[in-house]
């Protein structure tokens, strides 16, 4: 007898034994055949290596402007967000005061104002319908650190338009009181309460 021919004997009595114990029934004795030659069996495959996570980037910092002077150096203003518009011209005063710090954070403070004070400005801006600036006018000019007049004009351009003002009553205007401190920042006189 091959070893194919033992193999398939031992194949077909092992079969034959689990059907008879599946019955119910004894199976006779098993009858002692060599055993058949095992084959080993493939060694189990490698559990795949967990896949690491993407590592965080962090975001590009803001681009700087092109600086033409020290003080110009600053990342540029974020995208202005919906304005509701204002019901009295207190109250649009106030926004406008609000806008004016946030666009000029270098150049401003919310701080409490330290007297004495190295300039006090006072602007009258001319707003067109839509709160773009229309003119600005000086109506008080500092004895000292006249710069300063400069420096609230420039912030009050940076700062525009202040929104819309079709549904205030005319002339649209309205008045700042820009209080300078020694570091030549302003703080707006709306916001000082």
Not at 42 to 62: H, Q, S
Not at 117 to 132: F, M, N, Q, R, T
Request: net charge positive; proline share 16%.
């Amino acid at each position: 007898m091959s070893c194919i021919d033992k193999f398939r004997f031992s194949l077909m009595f092992g079969l034959l034994a689990m059907v008879a114990g599946c019955g119910g029934r004894t199976a006779a004795p098993p009858v002692a055949t060599p055993a058949p030659a095992q084959v080993p069996a493939p060694a189990p495959a490698p559990a795949p290596a967990p896949t690491p996570a993407p590592a965080r980037v962090p975001p590009a910092p803001a681009p700087l402007r092109p600086a033409t002077s020290p003080a110009a150096a600053v990342p540029a203003p974020a995208p202005a967000a919906r304005v509701v518009p204002a019901r009295s011209w207190d109250e649009y005063r106030l926004l406008a005061a609000h806008k004016l710090v946030a666009a000029n954070p270098r150049g401003s403070y919310m701080g409490e104002v330290v007297q004495p004070l190295l300039a006090i400005p006072v602007l009258e801006i001319e707003l067109h319908a839509d709160g773009s600036v229309q003119a600005i006018k000086v109506l008080r000019q500092p004895s000292q650190a006249i710069d300063t007049v400069a420096l609230a004009t420039a912030a009050v351009r940076r700062a525009a338009p202040f929104g819309a003002v079709g549904h205030l009553p005319r002339p649209w205007r309205f008045t700042e009181v820009f209080l300078f401190n020694d570091e030549r920042q302003f703080k707006p006189r709306s916001l000082d309460n």
